[in-house]
């Protein structure tokens, strides 16, 4: 499953990639482009 909380300006996740595959990495991907 897929854990995420935002409150402010922090945002947190857990979830693990070797169990999500390809849509596990896209959401790294996305998570790791964000503009702040």
Same mark, same amino acid.
């Given at each position: &499953?897929?854990?995420? !909380?935002?409150?402010? #300006? !922090?945002? $947190?996740?857990? &979830?693990?990639?070797?169990?999500?595959? $390809?849509?596990? +990495?896209?959401?790294?991907? #996305? &998570?790791?482009?964000?503009? +702040?």
């Amino acid at each position: &499953f897929v854990a995420a !909380v935002a409150r402010n #300006n !922090v945002i $947190a996740t857990q &979830f693990h990639l070797e169990k999500s595959g $390809a849509a596990g +990495l896209k959401l790294l991907d #996305n &998570f790791c482009r964000l503009k +702040l």
